[in-house]
């Protein structure tokens, strides 16, 4: 199978899975399920339910379905996307191509469906999974999900805001915390539905690393060059709101340099996964050019 036919494998997975494990919008009440699932079936890349599935993929044998998992972590990454559109965070008018939750509905609503999304996240772990990987799987993404790695990785964020003196360091951290906590997490995810052992997560975890850092560099570098109907969300609003990024704090060449850097790293990092990554190399180096 190449490349394309296998990510929208994992994507028409996800988008099936996506439907059947969250409650339906007649649910009432009907308004919360509806923004919950607005905003979660909204498209948008799937990247880290893709990343879950191919790392799954590396294992042998069939131990656990990990499409639950794979909304799950979906489902965390979506209600972080919604409170960062909200009027106190980031105020997006855009998201994958449409109005964001609060513009469609209202700001107490996608509040609630963020709210919500997070909860249902930790539900599907503990209802489709026994006490092993369950209890892993539940410490994984509520330590990516956390004060010290994706909340905290936006605090700092908006500490950075209109700083003149923010350093590397900080930077890093954001980028580390903000964004590749999450990717590392749906990789450790994936191997543990299939038994990952402690080196292999490691491995797992060093891939994500790096991947997540190139993610956010080219997102930095996009904001910059792409227009808004392009990324399908608002253009430009980092150099708007004074963020810092890479490019902020590196210019454009110097931020494309290091996208290129940690390319490299992750393509390195990936030979020390087990079973065949030929996948997950390409997606590499389609993430590295990608426009959106």
């Given at each position: 199978?190449?490349?394309?036919?296998?990510?929208?494998?994992?994507?028409?997975?996800?988008?099936?899975?996506?439907?059947?494990?969250?409650?339906?919008?007649?649910?009432?009440?009907?308004?919360?399920?509806?923004?919950m699932r607005y905003s979660l079936q909204a498209g948008g890349k799937r990247l880290r339910p893709v990343l879950l599935l191919a790392a799954a993929d590396l294992f042998a044998g069939e131990k656990h379905d990990p499409l639950p998992a794979a909304v799950a972590i979906e489902c965390v990454h979506t209600y972080s996307l919604i409170h960062d559109d909200l009027p106190c965070m980031d105020n997006d008018?855009?998201?994958r191509g449409r109005p964001t939750a609060h513009?469609?509905?209202?700001?107490?609503?996608?509040?609630?469906?963020?709210?919500?999304l997070l909860t249902h996240a930790f539900d599907l772990l503990a209802?489709?999974?026994?006490?092993?990987?369950?209890?892993?799987?539940?410490?994984?993404?509520?330590?990516a999900a956390g004060s010290q790695r994706l909340i905290g990785g936006q605090m700092e964020d908006l500490l950075a805001e209109k700083k003149t003196d923010a350093t590397a360091d900080q930077l890093e951290f954001i980028h580390l915390n903000k964004t590749a906590a999450m990717i590392e997490a749906a990789l450790v995810l994936g191997g543990l539905t299939r038994g990952a052992t402690a080196s292999d997560?490691?491995?797992?975890?060093?891939?994500?690393?790096?991947?997540?850092?190139?993610?956010?560099?080219?997102?930095d570098i996009l904001d910059t060059t792409a227009d808004s109907t392009t990324l399908g969300k608002t253009a430009g609003k980092d150099a708007k709101a004074a963020k810092?990024?890479?490019?902020?704090l590196h210019g454009l060449e110097g931020a494309r340099r290091f996208a290129?850097?940690?390319?490299?790293?992750?393509?390195?990092?990936?030979?020390?996964?087990?079973?065949?990554?030929?996948?997950?190399?390409?997606?590499?180096?389609?993430?590295?050019?990608r426009k959106h």
């Amino acid at each position: 199978m190449d490349f394309s036919t296998q990510f929208n494998t994992f994507v028409a997975h996800t988008e099936k899975a996506l439907g059947e494990l969250l409650p339906p919008a007649s649910t009432r009440p009907g308004r919360i399920h509806e923004a919950m699932r607005y905003s979660l079936q909204a498209g948008g890349k799937r990247l880290r339910p893709v990343l879950l599935l191919a790392a799954a993929d590396l294992f042998a044998g069939e131990k656990h379905d990990p499409l639950p998992a794979a909304v799950a972590i979906e489902c965390v990454h979506t209600y972080s996307l919604i409170h960062d559109d909200l009027p106190c965070m980031d105020n997006d008018d855009l998201r994958r191509g449409r109005p964001t939750a609060h513009k469609q509905f209202d700001e107490a609503t996608a509040l609630l469906a963020g709210d919500a999304l997070l909860t249902h996240a930790f539900d599907l772990l503990a209802r489709h999974y026994p006490s092993e990987p369950g209890f892993a799987l539940v410490r994984v993404l509520a330590e990516a999900a956390g004060s010290q790695r994706l909340i905290g990785g936006q605090m700092e964020d908006l500490l950075a805001e209109k700083k003149t003196d923010a350093t590397a360091d900080q930077l890093e951290f954001i980028h580390l915390n903000k964004t590749a906590a999450m990717i590392e997490a749906a990789l450790v995810l994936g191997g543990l539905t299939r038994g990952a052992t402690a080196s292999d997560q490691a491995a797992l975890r060093a891939f994500g690393r790096e991947l997540g850092l190139t993610f956010q560099i080219v997102d930095d570098i996009l904001d910059t060059t792409a227009d808004s109907t392009t990324l399908g969300k608002t253009a430009g609003k980092d150099a708007k709101a004074a963020k810092t990024t890479f490019v902020s704090l590196h210019g454009l060449e110097g931020a494309r340099r290091f996208a290129r850097e940690h390319t490299n790293a992750a393509l390195v990092a990936l030979t020390k996964l087990p079973g065949d990554p030929a996948f997950l190399r390409q997606l590499v180096e389609t993430m590295a050019v990608r426009k959106h």
